[in-house]
C-alpha cells in the first residue's frame, strides 16, 4: 500500500536489456492510477523525464498538500516553531550583549551563543 496523496512514479528500468518488456502491461501501476515509465538507466532513456516528472510531482504536493495528510500537519506544526523562533524576543525578555536575555524576573535566560 502507498500513502493517498503522496505522488508516487513506479519505474521499469533495465530496458535495454530487453525491449520486449516495454510490450507488456503492469497492473501495479494501471490499479493505482500511478504514472509509469520505462526507463534504462545506462543509456539513459527516460531518466530524466522521470526526474523532471518527480520533481513537478513534489512541487504540487508542497503547494497543495493533502488535507488529510498527517506529514503535512506536522510540516505545518515544525515551520510554525521555525517561524517562533525567528520571531524577536518575547514580550518581558530584554537582550543583554547579544548573548543573555534577562527574564521577567530578572534571570538570566541564555541565547542561542550562551
Do not use: W
Not at 513537478?56 to 510554525?80: C, R, T, V, W
Amino acid at each position: 500500500e502507498y500513502r493517498k496523496g503522496i505522488p508516487c512514479i513506479v519505474v521499469a528500468n533495465k530496458i535495454d536489456l530487453d525491449m520486449k518488456v516495454t510490450k507488456k502491461s503492469f497492473n501495479f501501476a494501471a490499479k493505482r492510477n500511478l504514472p509509469f515509465y520505462f526507463v534504462s538507466a545506462s543509456e539513459g532513456t527516460n531518466v530524466v523525464k522521470v526526474f523532471n516528472e518527480a520533481i513537478s510531482l513534489g512541487h504540487q504536493y508542497q503547494k497543495n498538500p493533502d488535507s488529510d495528510d498527517f506529514l503535512a500537519e506536522i510540516m505545518d506544526l515544525l515551520h510554525e516553531d521555525d517561524e517562533e523562533a525567528l520571531s524577536p524576543l518575547s514580550p518581558g525578555l530584554e537582550a543583554s550583549s547579544g548573548t543573555e536575555a534577562k527574564g521577567p524576573r530578572g534571570q538570566g535566560v541564555k541565547g542561542p551563543r550562551g
